[in-house]
């Protein structure tokens, strides 16, 4: 019996396949969808649905909450995580990986189950149908807080102590040993953990829709509804791609590109 | 009662480490009795009995082990001392507890007289260059070395508009830390490297880094944990001389951590020897080598040749069947160690020898040869720049100044022996009956004295060379010769508090039999050793094929 080998190139065949049938042609398409408009069953070249988005003041309105949502979501997930991932990195407890465990089990149980329990204790308290803005920021900090304390932990864990050592013994305190040295050096993991809550909270519009009773509309929700409600494929694909455009821009900024020795040293999960 | 090295070890630092303290204390307090004289005047403040760090009976716990136990010594200023001895020794830890990242779990540290035992760190005038260097890896070479002086205030004196000065507490100026910054790469031969990034240097280039990093904040100590260890053989040699002429030109206080008792010996000018949390010696390098306080030292310290001796009369050991003149004086028929050094052994012509041997291996070192003797059943190595071959009998000599005697402390007799056919052990020039199945757990003997192991296994032991541990309590001795299995006389009591301590010793071979014993007995009585076979502890030389 003759053994099979399979060289490196022949082995990346199905996912190269995979790749192409999944990613790039339907980016193609979104791209052609976005560039072309119908009428009259003939298919046609345009700008229209570009220049359309940025004179619609209600379009623009949304791409803005969309954007205001999720940087403070952000934020928020950032401000909470942190010192959430610090004690449970740098602490010598000993049942600290029971603790990582409850703060990500929310994780496994379903999102929609989750989200609709949250809106019956958001009821109870008195807030649904009231404080929309802070319902939509709540269930978007509720969900998506184990994706930045998980690579923040992971980053933390893994920072070598002889560095806070170091900064200790040439004289800083405890406040300039974590400005200079922790936080510096937690980097990779700030950002792949931003990354992480930044991209679902500008789309995951079930948590504004359920939330807010549809008061509050983002980008997410906006394609949804012009592929489905309205039916028109070109102008949902030109939202998905100013969407996609916006995100890029943002990952530009905090930094998400940045060489590859900083990642290897921190924990990206992406 | 089990004797453990620590015992001696303890007891030994702490009488060291009293001797040491003892003269200056007796100093200070004479100058605060009566007025110096002239000449004391006259003379320059004494460098030597400058503490500038000490450290008073402090013990380490982490968890339920113990890193430090119950140490105290101090530090002279300007001194380069080096804590030296095996990893999990405490040196580490101890010099942890200096830096003050770890926190004694008891005793005391004093720095120039003033309790730091629970200053953190970053309040202490010391600092650090660690073992793998820990430099900032998102700074650049100018950033990790200024990161201490960024963070300093220093005092800076005004005159006011009155007239009047004051004095403020100032950050320096960043002319005041470029500059500062430049000198510490010059003393480190780093000049001009102050934008390139760490990941571009070299481990050599690194370790400059981490020390210009710490000596730029002019620290009183500077702390070195192993620096070298990450560097090649010959990087560590050129470090060691640069070290050491650092050290010379900053005048600050070196305390350095190594596991290399040659670069201990090399660049220090006291060291101190650490071994289970506790120090067996402090002396300068010259000391430690020649005249080493225990077996331990004299084992880690350069090579040795350690042999069991008793002390047969003033200045006199007596060692392979032979007297040798000595310097040490102990009590007579004490037990000791003998230290040799390799290259104090001069080998000659047999009949001029003051011992006799084969050589038994001979191999080539480089500079010398080291040649394995055996001198009856004890091995001495000998350093020569000549070569013998193997199977030469060569004689040896050994001057009195290079015999060097430590206090033997012991609980257990130990020979070599050999199980007989009737599965008795002879050692001692005594016959003992003994449990031979203690060799085997769960074997038994069958019928024709065969050995049968748990696992089925038959197996002859006759000729089988065993070691034998007799403890003192359980050796009794009695006037009659054919009760016990070997018989001697006595050669030494020592009364002990609650019982005597007898040595008999055995007429054809010399062996000692050491044992307590509440009975009273007369020196040179002829007696016979007896001890029950459960009380022999046999264990195999080598596995039985």
Redesign the interface.
Known sequence: MTRIHFSRKQLCIPYGLFLALFVVIPMLLILFYAFTEESDGAITFTFANFLNFFTSKAKLSTLLMSFTIAIISTALCLIIAYPVAYILARSRLKKRHVLLMLFVLPMWINFVLRITALRELLDLIGLLGTQNYLNTLIGMVYDFLPFMILPLYTTLEKL?N??L?????????QF?VFA??TF??SMPGVISGVTMVFMPSMTNYVVSDTLSNFNITILGKLIDEYFTTYNNWHMGSMISIILLVVIFLTMLVTGGFRDS?QEA?GANLW | MEWTYNDVARAKSAVRAEKMIQPSAEVSANKNMRKPNQWEINMPERKKEEKIIEIVNVSKVFDETTAVENISFYVRKGEFITFLGPSGCGKTTTLRMI???DIPTSGKILLNGKDITDL???KRP???V???Y?????YNIYDNIA??LK??KVPVTYVNDRGESYTKMQRLTRREIDEKVRNALAVVDLEGFEKRSI?TLSGGQQQRVAIA??IV?EPEILLLDEPLGALDLKMRKEMQIELKEMHRKLGITFIYVTHDQEEALTMSDTIVVMKDGCIQQIGTPTDIYNEPANAFVADFIGESNILSGTMVDRFTVRFCNRNFRCVDDFERNEKVDVVVRPEDVVMCPPEEGMLVGRVVSVVFKGVYYEITAMVGRSEMIIQSTQSRERGDIIGMKIEPDNIHIMKKEFTTNKYDGYITKRNTVVFGDGEFDCDVTTLYPGSALDEEGYLITADGKKLDLTDVDVSVEVDLKNIEISDNADEGGACGHIVSLIYKGDHYQYIVRTEENEEDFVLDSEDLWNENDFVSVKIRPENIRLKLKQEIQ
Not at chain 2, 134 to 138: E, N, S, V, W
């Open positions: 070598d002889s560095y050592e170091a900064a200790a013994d040439l004289g800083g305190n300039t200079k040295i510096p050096l020795k040293r | 830096a003050g990242f953190p760190p970053n010391v600092n650090t660690f073992q793998r820990a430099l900032f890896p998102h990161f201490g963070l300093k990941s990093r710490a904040n």
